[in-house]
């Protein structure tokens, strides 16, 4: 098909008189922006596929009743680790979600335009984006050295750090969309700035605020470099004081799928499967919040 | 309120005022919030301290040296930085020029291209790909992605640059193992596309559409539009979007570890293995003691000092934007 012939055909197309090289320029860069999209959600089908495929043969019964297995040893599962995960997560989230919120309502409510609110808001973003990893160095300065000891506590405490961000910012956006006509409203009735701020404020920010801390534990869940100096892993179930090393979900999957046996390698799929679904259901979750609340 | 008329109708029982909630109750939650805001600072502080004080003997014993040596000898502990730092620099700037365009057509895509009953779902898709943990990313490369590439990509290059000057010694991979600086920059790639596509969307969204119609009104093509009138409008703020993918590059841990081959030496090909800060430690920590683990600290101070540099500029050009 030759260019001339395309013109001809199409004589009333506001096309007709564009110089050819700028058309092909133009659907030169339709292509390649439309192929780039593709490739990247290509990518994301791939690597779901890929957890599919590998991870569903390693469910099992075992995979949710049973603890991991040692070195290779056959059966067992990751009930373990997938518990402890769930403790560390909410253990992260209990502690980063009153100190989030707090922050993100001071910010919004009392800080406003002043220097010092824009300085946090600054730092609060760059703590966003900064490396988890240094936050599980910080904890194990902080935490594991003095304490001589790898525990569930200082695990928890990585996490919630990593939280602790995400909730500020998605606090401080969502109490910024409340109209300032309601807290007018509450104060005319005599209400003090605090009890304007929990009772009208707050609720009618809930849906945005829940999906900060829903996406913080998203963030939070798949985390692996931070407790990989702080709660550590074993093979056993966690100890109730959360002393010693808590069993968990990330780091798991990334010393049994650099192990080289097969068993360890297939729990391993498993976990994965497990791990990216959950937070992919969070997310979407979190996002038809934000949707309906609009 | 009816309870306490009911109440005071009782002879001889006290009448309930409702009262409003105590003075200090206002105090405390003011003081609490503000507390909690005031901890952020602290919590920035106290990491840039902890790394600092952590990293210290290392620095006092090898001193700047510790930052140009190439030796990475834990039996006669002697540390230097060199080979991780190249790494770190390295893959992530190989993420940045793969993923940079990448990001940039998907946030064209998204804005003038697609249908708009197809723009939801490929947004939705492309943020996902952000949700996707990053050990996830490790495994997919490591079992996946590595053997294709050193069968597809890896040996056949070897083959073709294989004595040229320069390119035969950059893109020739001694052991096609698949392993690698380049290999892991490619899987950083995909992992910073999801944040620089959705901030430069959101920036080209921002766009009053009246320079857009006006454009396309003297008979620009869609190209003009985009090359002209976009870039140039949201130029500063996608730069800031691009630093912000590298903030997160120079940091990625998880799935680097996994690809990028763990190896401690530099080597002049990016097709071979390296390491980057961020994998070393992650590797070595848990057997590390002694100076070993003061090195690793410090390893990860100068990641924190080059990231947070990073992540200033980043912030600084791109005004706040709505996702993270």
């Avoid at chain 1, 680790?81 to 009392?110: C, H, N, R």
């Avoid at chain 1, 097969?262 to 996002?287: D, Y």
């Avoid at chain 2, 003011?30 to 620095?59: D, E, H, K, T």
Wanted: proline share 5%; glycine share 10%; net charge positive.
């Amino acid at each position: 098909m030759t260019m001339t012939t395309t013109t001809r055909e199409l004589p009333r197309q506001p096309w007709g008189r564009v110089r050819q090289s700028r058309r092909t320029a133009d659907r030169m860069m339709k292509i390649i922006a439309t192929g780039f999209t593709f490739t990247a959600i290509f990518v994301l089908f791939w690597i779901l596929g890929m957890l599919l495929v590998k991870g569903i043969g390693g469910l099992s019964v075992a995979t949710f009743t049973a603890v991991t297995p040692g070195p290779g040893t056959e059966g067992g599962g990751i009930a373990n680790a997938i518990v402890g995960s769930f403790v560390l997560t909410f253990l992260g989230i209990a502690i980063a979600t009153p100190i989030g919120v707090l922050a993100g309502t001071w910010l919004a409510e009392y800080g406003r335009r002043s220097k010092l609110a824009n300085l946090i808001r600054f730092i609060n973003d760059i703590l966003l984006s900064a490396p988890s990893i240094l936050i599980g160095l910080f904890v194990y300065v902080i935490l594991v050295e003095p304490f001589r000891g790898y525990s569930g506590w200082a695990g928890g405490v990585a996490l919630g750090i990593i939280a602790i961000p995400v909730i500020v910012r998605t606090t401080e956006d969502m109490l910024s969309l409340v109209p300032g006509p309601l807290r007018e409203a509450g104060a005319a009735l005599g209400a003090p700035p605090s009890v304007v701020i929990t009772s009208v404020t707050w609720r009618a920010a809930k849906a945005g605020m829940v999906t900060g801390i829903l996406l913080a534990l998203a963030r939070i869940a798949g985390e692996t470099a931070p407790l990989l100096f702080t709660a550590l892993n074993n093979n056993f179930w966690f100890s109730p004081t959360l002393v010693g090393g808590v069993s968990n979900l990330p780091v798991t999957i990334y010393q049994f799928a650099s192990a080289p046996y097969e068993n360890w390698q297939q729990l391993a799929w498993a976990g994965s499967l497990i791990i990216t679904i959950s937070i992919l259901v969070l997310s979407i979750v979190a996002r038809r919040i934000v949707a309906g609340s609009k | 309120m009816t309870a306490a008329t009911d109440m005071s109708s009782i002879p001889g029982a006290t009448p309930i005022v409702r009262k409003t909630p105590k003075a200090t109750f206002d105090l405390v939650f003011r003081n609490a919030s503000f507390a909690a805001a005031l901890l952020v600072l602290v919590l920035l502080a106290a990491i840039m301290a902890s790394m600092v004080i952590g990293g210290w003997p290392a620095f006092r014993e090898f001193g700047l040296g510790f930052i140009t040596s190439s030796v990475w000898d834990t039996q006669n502990e002697q540390y230097g930085a060199w080979p991780a730092i190249v790494g770190t620099l390295s893959t992530a700037l190989i993420a940045l020029v793969i993923g940079v365009p990448l990001s940039l057509g998907i946030a064209v895509y998204l804005t003038q291209l697609a249908p708009a009953w197809f723009k939801k779902p490929v947004a939705t898709a492309i943020e996902l790909l952000a949700a996707v943990p990053s050990i996830i990313y490790g495994m997919w490369g490591l079992f996946v992605f590595v053997p294709l590439f050193a069968a597809y990509v890896q040996i056949p290059l070897s083959n073709i640059v294989e004595g040229m000057p320069i390119v035969g010694t950059v893109l020739y991979s001694r052991s096609p193992s698949g392993l690698g600086i380049f290999t892991a920059g490619i899987i950083l790639a995909f992992m910073i596309v999801p944040f620089i596509a959705s901030i430069t969307r959101d920036m080209l969204e921002q766009i009053p559409s009246v320079l857009r119609e006006s454009a396309y009104g003297i008979g620009a093509t869609t190209w003009e539009v985009v090359r002209h009138v976009l870039v140039p409008q949201a130029g500063v703020s996608i730069i800031g979007a691009v630093m912000l993918g590298l903030g997160r590059a120079l940091g990625e841990t998880m799935a680097v570890t996994f690809v990028v081959g763990n190896a401690n030496r530099l080597s002049a090909s990016i097709l071979d293995p390296g390491s980057t800060i961020a994998s070393r430690i992650a590797n070595e920590f848990n057997e590390a003691m002694g100076l070993q683990l003061n090195a690793l600290i410090a390893l990860g101070c100068i990641l924190f000092f080059v990231t947070f540099v990073v992540l200033v500029i980043a912030r600084l050009l791109v005004a706040r934007v709505k996702r993270y």
